[in-house]
Nanobody
Framework: QVQLVESGGGLVQAGGSLRLACLAS????????MAWFRQAPGKEREFVAT???????YYTDSVKGRFTISRDNAKNTVYLQMNSLKPEDTAVYYC????????????????WGQGTQVTVSS
């Protein structure tokens, strides 16, 4: 069982930066592939980024070059550095974990955090 707790959300102006963090419980954090998803009002939850097999990463096209996912296994934490934020990045951001390796589909993730709100003003 893994529990995930996100932090770091907030209100930022367009062009600004935020760093999200997701703290995981348990002693097997390094064995999980981790991801960030987001859900805007009235829209489906969408994949943002994942890190698996140590340090391999993959991003959805809309955040490539602006967002960076990373992890610190000693701290049981995964991060999402978000730069050059745009109003369309506004959403609740969720951290997720899976034992299935590289996955971009939300239904393949076993554990989820409660989410953290990111609001980007224009």
């Amino acid at each position: 069982q893994v529990q995930l707790v996100e932090s770091g959300g907030g209100l930022v102006q367009a062009g600004g930066s935020l760093r999200l963090a997701c703290l995981a419980s348990g002693r097997t954090f390094s064995s999980y592939a981790m991801a960030w998803f987001r859900q805007a009002p009235g829209k489906e939850r969408e994949f943002v980024a994942t890190i698996w097999s140590g340090s391999r990463t993959y991003y959805t096209d809309s955040v490539k070059g602006r967002f960076t996912i990373s992890r610190d296994n000693a701290k049981n934490t995964v991060y999402l550095q978000m730069n050059s934020l745009k109003p369309e990045d506004t959403a609740v951001y969720y951290c997720a974990a899976t034992t299935s390796g590289f996955m971009v589909v939300s239904t393949r993730y076993d554990y989820w955090g409660q989410g953290t709100q990111v609001t980007v003003s224009s």
